[in-house]
């Protein structure tokens, strides 16, 4: 501080110390009066009272049977037992590539692969609880370890970035192969969609949507700025219109309608026809958000891009974009959660994702009254899965550098 | 300074008879003026009197409906491939820098080099840092713009536009937006590109580089030159009221 002479008078005292004692914390902040000391002490003796009734029903009324005995239902649906590996294999492709990704990006990617990591070492100790047995328990652990391995793999040596990308973007298909199988596949038998259900189906409609509605809500804010009238009022039409209508009808509609919209032999998948209304919807908001983005960039940042000689493409990528999306990263964050909650929407149409499977178990007469237990297992699920999006997003905008500027 | 020579020499602007309109309002009125290569032309004039409008119309930020441009022999047309041939010859230094805040120092003076001139990365960023050396800055080429000062995010965009390596630089009043201790640093760059035989158009209220530096003076008012002359004669004998008027306010 003195090298840079802010400093006037060496004698000057020091400035007060801004840290308190714990003690002195607990004075000022919790009992700084009379009101407020009262106000504390009976909130803590509610909070302690409530944590004492829930603790007491979780630890010896609950019958969290009804989650263990049917923990593959909760995680695969119907998909046949003797093809489990494939989901496990799926998971541990996507473990392996954010394990490298952790550890050559770190940042967002390192939380999220501590977060995927400690959900596999919690679904392990489900699973050796339950009928599943320590095999696929083992699977879990592996996955855990996996992650480790490539974060320090990567660590020493950082593979190429690009290759990484691409391995992420194939990543996709090749984990929807390896869970759909091939026609006459004698290693991957066809496993029909309508066997996928649980915990799998609710990450495969939420990631495949948010994948495929990024790109095309982009497109959408675009075209809606376009100086090509068609293209102005189509995106326009189209983004007003999603907007406008519930997601339930949507995705009713893409079940029921689209098929009528197609030649007769024409079959389009029931999930694919979910992952569609899924997409479409969020797309829509997705462009809203990001048009926010785009006219918050200052007008001098094109006029100084045009100056340069860029064209119109180029502008785009390198100049607009890579602003207007980190403005509106937290939106689209939430807008991804909102969509991984929204995914639970698709039991209208008949598709068993989590919570569908959820109804299903507690139709079985032998757990019938098992409502909480269920839904508290499901929303856990649920919560996890959301708190590690949006932790990962705050590592993001703080890499990113947001608010920053 | 005024060379004598540049009289003779073809002119790299040729502006003629220009006029335009924002919505009911005639901001510019029939100016006309030619640049010769190699030359430093200083214009001035009250707010409000044409003189943004009329360099930013050279490499089309600002369309004219009137009259006739020709930059380097390149007729300023609707068509896009005049205007981007044309703006690959024209560097442009704004009031408010307008730099990229997303990109790093050294990324800014680089991209347009590459994205637009089709050079590999190397060259761009070896080039990027020459010019950085070259403006006084190279020790910032890693940096934000937003952990620049003013005077340094002002050089670093005069050290963007020089990367396309253009043939014409325009000012559009470069040290308007900087406290007055950062005026110079500026100021001395811009002298050096003069020397240097860059053909420059400044819109600028700093008199004295104006007198150091520019070849002409060009006041306008009401969106018309009024006056067009050199420094000595601007300064010490003008020939319009209103130019003896403007002097006299923005000295006191």
């Given amino acids: ?405 | 300074m005024p060379d004598p020579s540049l009289e003779d020499a073809d002119p790299i602007i040729h502006i003629e008879d220009v006029h335009k309109w924002f919505g009911e309002l005639h901001v510019l009125r029939g100016v006309s003026l030619d640049v010769a290569p190699g030359e430093v032309v200083v214009v001035f004039g009250p707010s409000g009197s044409g003189k943004s409008t009329l360099i930013r119309t050279i490499n089309r930020l600002e369309t004219h409906q009137r009259g006739r441009i020709i930059v380097d022999g390149i007729e300023l047309t609707d068509d896009i491939r005049n205007i981007a041939q044309i703006r690959r010859e024209i560097g442009m230094v704004f009031q408010s820098f307008n730099l990229f805040p997303h990109l790093t120092v050294l990324d800014n003076v680089a991209l347009a080099p590459i994205q637009v001139r089709g050079w590999r990365r190397e060259r761009a960023e070896s080039d990027a840092m020459d010019l950085l050396r070259r403006v006084g800055i190279p020790e910032q080429a890693q940096k934000y713009p937003a952990q620049l000062s003013g005077g340094q995010q002002q050089r670093v965009a005069i050290a963007r536009a020089l990367a396309m390596q253009p043939r014409i630089m325009l000012f559009d009043e470069p040290t308007s937006a900087l406290d007055p201790e950062m005026i110079n640093e500026v100021l001395e760059v811009m002298r050096e590109l003069a020397a240097s035989g860059m053909t420059m158009v400044c819109v600028t209220h700093e008199m004295g580089f104006a007198r150091a530096v520019a070849d002409r003076m060009v006041f306008m008012d009401e969106g018309s030159i009024v006056e067009i002359g050199p420094p000595a004669q601007i300064f010490e004998a003008p020939q319009e009221e209103r130019t003896r008027r403007f002097l006299q306010q923005i000295r006191h």
């Fill in chain 1, 1 to 405: 501080m003195s090298a840079s002479g802010l400093i006037l008078h060496p004698a000057e005292p020091p400035p007060p110390a801004a840290r308190l004692g714990p003690a002195g914390w607990a004075r000022q902040h919790l009992f700084n009066s009379r009101t407020s000391g009262v106000i504390t002490v009976l909130l803590v003796i509610t909070l302690a009272a409530l944590l004492a009734i829930i603790a007491s029903w979780a630890l010896t009324s609950a019958r969290w049977g009804v989650v263990t005995d049917n923990l593959r239902l909760f995680l695969i649906g119907l998909y046949p037992p003797a093809e489990a590996w494939r989901p496990w294999l799926g998971l541990m492709v996507v473990s392996t590539l954010t394990g490298f990704s952790a550890g050559t990006w770190g940042g967002p990617l390192r939380t999220t692969a501590v977060w995927l990591g400690a959900a596999q070492l919690l679904l392990a100790g489900l699973m050796l609880a339950s009928p599943m047995g320590p095999v696929p328990a083992f699977g879990m652990v592996l996955g855990a370890g996996v992650i480790g391995a490539g974060a320090m793999a990567a660590r020493r040596r950082p593979p190429s970035r690009r290759l990484l990308r691409w391995a992420w973007l194939g990543s996709l298909p090749l984990v929807w192969l390896l869970l759909g199988g091939i026609t006459d596949g004698v290693v991957l038998p066809p496993v029909g969609t309508d066997l996928w259900g649980g915990l799998l189906l609710t990450l495969v409609l939420a990631s495949v949507s948010i994948v495929l509605s990024f790109p095309l809500g982009v497109l959408l804010a675009l075209g809606r700025r376009s100086s090509l009238p068609v293209v102005r009022i189509l995106c326009t039409g189209f983004i007003e219109v999603v907007r406008g209508v519930p997601l339930v009808t949507i995705i009713y509609l893409a079940d029921i309608m689209l098929p009528l919209f197609l030649p007769g032999d024409v079959r389009i998948d029931r999930v694919i026809r979910a992952i569609g209304g899924l997409t479409l919807f969020s797309a829509a908001y997705l462009a809203e958000n990001v048009r926010g983005g785009l006219q918050a960039i200052p007008r001098g940042q094109l006029e100084a891009a045009h100056a340069l000689g860029l064209g119109a493409i180029a502008i785009h990528r390198f100049i607009v974009l890579p602003q207007a999306l980190r403005m509106t990263i937290p939106a689209n964050v939430g807008l991804f959660i909102s969509l991984l909650k929204d995914t639970t929407l698709v039991i209208i149409v008949g598709l068993l994702e989590i919570l569908g499977i959820g109804r299903a178990v507690l139709a079985q007469p032998e757990w019938l009254g098992a409502q909480v237990e269920v839904y508290v297992f499901i929303a856990v699920v649920f919560f996890v899965l959301c708190w590690t999006i949006s932790q990962a997003s705050y590592r993001l905008e703080a890499t990113l550098g947001v608010g920053r500027r």
